[in-house]
């Protein structure tokens, strides 16, 4: 009998799932998760791990300022212009949104009820979620594993 209900649950919850993913796919919050500077790296040399990684994935870098310890880029993809801040700090990269071209922002809130999220374009109280086009996500935390990668072989004991 459990068995038969935890089965016809499931069944309810992966018939649905589609749905869901629909309904809420196009906004999505948008900034990755940061990514460690390995031990022994130096500041120039986690600079060029950065520089050669936005090289690698066809993003155009903007701005380097070293002494602030940022990279401001930006990566066109058809129409849209996807704009990025990686900030170098305590061992730590981050990767911050920056306004783009052709990649709407929006806020989202939970108050939809049963038909879901609801989508405005102003904040309408403190729980709601700043997002932006689905597409920015990943073009980011495609830069930030190539990032990890790059930071990873630069950190590579250097023998003759």
Same mark, same amino acid.
């Given at each position: 009998?459990?068995? %038969?209900?935890?089965? +016809? ?5 992966? @018939? ?7 309904? %809420?796919?196009?906004? +999505? ?14 500041? %120039?040399?986690t600079?060029?791990a ?10 155009r ?11 401001d880029?930006?990566i ?6 996807g ?8 061992g730590? +990269? ?6 783009g071209? %052709?990649?709407p ?5 939970d ?7 609801? +989508? ?7 729980s ?6 689905r597409?920015?996500?990943s073009w980011?935390?495609?830069? @930030?594993?190539?990032?990890?990668g790059?930071?990873?072989?630069q950190?590579l004991p250097?023998?003759?």
């Amino acid at each position: 009998m459990t068995r %038969n209900r935890t089965g +016809i649950v499931l069944a309810v919850l992966l @018939a649905l799932a589609p749905t869901w993913v629909a309904a %809420n796919r196009e906004f +999505i919050a948008f900034d990755p998760d940061t990514v460690s500077v390995p031990e022994g790296l130096t500041e %120039n040399e986690t600079t060029k791990a950065l520089m050669t990684a936005f090289v690698m994935r066809g993003w155009r870098m903007t701005e380097v300022s070293r002494d602030q310890g940022y990279i401001d880029a930006e990566i066109p993809v058809r129409a849209h212009v996807g704009r990025v801040r990686a900030q170098i700090d305590d061992g730590v +990269i981050s990767f911050q949104f920056r306004e783009g071209e %052709n990649l709407p922002q929006k806020w989202l809130t939970d108050r939809g009820g049963t038909t879901g999220k609801e +989508i405005f374009y102003k904040k309408q109280d403190e729980s709601d979620v700043m997002a932006v086009h689905r597409n920015y996500l990943s073009w980011v935390q495609e830069l @930030a594993r190539t990032v990890e990668g790059t930071l990873r072989l630069q950190s590579l004991p250097k023998d003759g």
